[in-house]
């Protein structure tokens, strides 16, 4: 090699090359490869941050929907996340309240069940979802009475429509419809399945539903329940609004006549 000559190596091929040049050359080759090379860096720390290569950003934890109405999981009606009426106890209430990843435990209230005739004959665990919908958090419960849960009463997290209902479950046996309580000038449409143990409602806004059911009615709420004939089933404090319903209270039953408009109480 003559004197004053430079070996280069190329950076990731692993075999030199050679360029002979005097010691003057290469001194004003380095400085300009080291300035050139300024340059790029420079340019890449611009480029790096505008194009989002950088660290990414960590993902927030989603949020947990119950879907089991519409998916059948982990459980059938009447059956919900594992407790089923007329068989789960107090103490496995007490549990999922503690463990649920849906419940929101500064929510949870406790109060009791009661009738004119016969006073406390229950207890009601009242709590809230950690999702809001529209805004605004919908209350659950459990109705326990004796120590065994009596029906369950869900505020759905997710948009279900009726269409959707019917897909998964078929006609309902019989339907009540309803003005919902006042000042509210909602209607409300409870759909029975006595069979499977579940009724869902419907809500209804006039005037924009016109009082006709849709398929693209909106569910807002379901019960589950022990499955027992119908005229039963209307006695079940848990199928109606209100625990502490008035007892006699007469629930008038329509049949199901598909979609359409829909007569009130």
């Not at 997710?158 to 998964?168: A, K, N, Q, Y």
């Not at 625990?243 to 109480?265: A, F, S, T």
């Amino acid at each position: 090699m003559k004197a004053g000559a430079i070996m280069i190596y190329r950076v990731g091929t692993g075999f030199p090359f050679k360029r002979a040049q005097d010691d003057t050359e290469g001194a004003e080759g380095m400085r300009a490869r080291a300035g050139v090379l300024t340059s790029v860096l420079a340019l890449v720390a611009l480029v790096v941050p505008a194009c989002g290569c950088g660290p990414a950003e960590p993902k927030a934890t989603p949020v947990p929907i119950d879907v089991s109405l519409l998916t059948g999981k982990p459980c059938e009606p009447p059956c919900w996340q594992g407790l089923t009426p007329g068989s789960s106890t107090e103490d496995d209430v007490n549990q999922f309240m503690e463990t649920s990843k849906f419940v929101d435990r500064d929510s949870v209230f406790r109060g009791d069940i009661t009738t004119a005739s016969a006073g406390v004959v229950g207890v009601s665990v009242q709590w809230q979802s950690v999702v809001e919908m529209h805004g605004s958090k919908g209350w659950n419960s459990f109705h326990i009475e004796d120590g065994v849960v009596q029906s369950i009463e869900t505020y759905l997290d997710f948009e279900v429509t009726l269409g959707e209902l019917l897909d998964r479950y078929g006609p309902p046996t019989s339907l009540r419809a309803q003005y919902s309580p006042p000042p509210s000038v909602d209607a409300e449409i409870t759909l029975f399945y006595p069979e499977l143990g579940l009724a869902a409602r419907v809500l209804l806004k006039p005037p924009e539903d016109h009082l006709e059911l849709q398929p693209g009615s909106t569910v807002e709420r379901v019960w589950y329940f022990s499955p027992r004939p119908l005229e039963e089933l209307c006695d079940l404090s848990g199928a109606v609004r209100f625990p502490d319903k008035p007892e006699h209270i007469e629930i008038v039953l329509q049949p199901w006549e598909g979609y359409g408009p829909i007569e009130l109480d």
